[in-house]
């Protein structure tokens, strides 16, 4: 079975330019989650959607951070314009469960550069 | 608020060596406690976890105890190998109505041959 997907699995931008993620959740599963990982700050929820409606969108750095789920199998993360301090490993990880029993299965990651 | 505290890496073992990782939580009420673990170049992945005091999760001979009074899962195992080398995250669910996990910072552990 197919994990989440998630792309581009790098991205290497200018400061100013626009950055969309995309991430594909796992086939059944109803709640989707962004995380952004840095060395400096280590794992940090950005935003989270339950059966494609936002949640909890209190993790969002700013204004120039949005996020969509148009449908069950399809979100993203975009930043306009982005900024150097943005660089980081962005997360998506998707559940079956809202229960506290509830694993929480990751992508890959995309790795962002903004320059 | 939830907080996951876990001691700081990295880690650094010979094959065969006995690991302990600590962590402690703060959280209301009687949170699911895990632990994930992240090799080089790929997402988290759960290792395992716990729902209620005095649980004990295992997996891939790597365990940890739910001990409500100390608030604290620590992660062990007996003997360590070079591919457990990785970074490990503990984290907690609250069980209470729409929740998403908190994280440590998480602890890379080193091990050589």
């Known amino acids: ?115 | 608020g939830n907080s996951v505290t876990q001691m700081e890496g990295p880690v650094t073992l010979s094959e065969e060596a006995f690991l302990t990782i600590n962590c402690t939580y703060t959280a209301t009420g009687y949170p699911s406690l895990f632990w994930y673990v992240q090799y080089p170049g790929e997402g988290l992945q759960l290792l395992l976890k716990a729902t209620k005091a005095d649980d004990k999760g295992s997996n891939k001979g790597f365990e940890a105890t739910y001990r409500k009074e100390t608030t604290s899962f620590h992660l062990e195992k007996g003997s360590v190998q070079v591919s457990d080398s990785a970074v490990y995250f503990c984290a907690l669910r609250p069980n209470s109505g729409y929740s998403t996990l908190t994280f440590g910072k998480g602890t890379m552990l080193l091990v050589s041959p």
């Open chain 1, 1 to 115: 079975d197919a994990g989440v997907i998630q792309s581009p699995r790098h991205e290497v931008t200018e400061m100013g330019q626009e950055v969309t993620l995309r991430c594909k959740p796992i086939s059944g599963h109803n709640s989707l989650f962004w995380y952004r990982q840095t060395m400096m700050r280590g794992l940090e929820l950005l935003i989270y959607f339950n059966n494609n409606v936002p949640i909890d969108d209190s993790g969002m750095p700013e204004d120039r951070f949005s996020a969509k789920m148009p449908n069950a199998s399809f979100s993203t993360l975009k930043i306009q314009p982005s900024e150097p301090r943005d660089s980081a490993v962005y997360f998506c990880a998707s559940s079956t469960a809202q229960g506290n029993t509830g694993e929480l299965f990751f992508g890959e990651g995309s790795r962002l550069t903004v320059l």
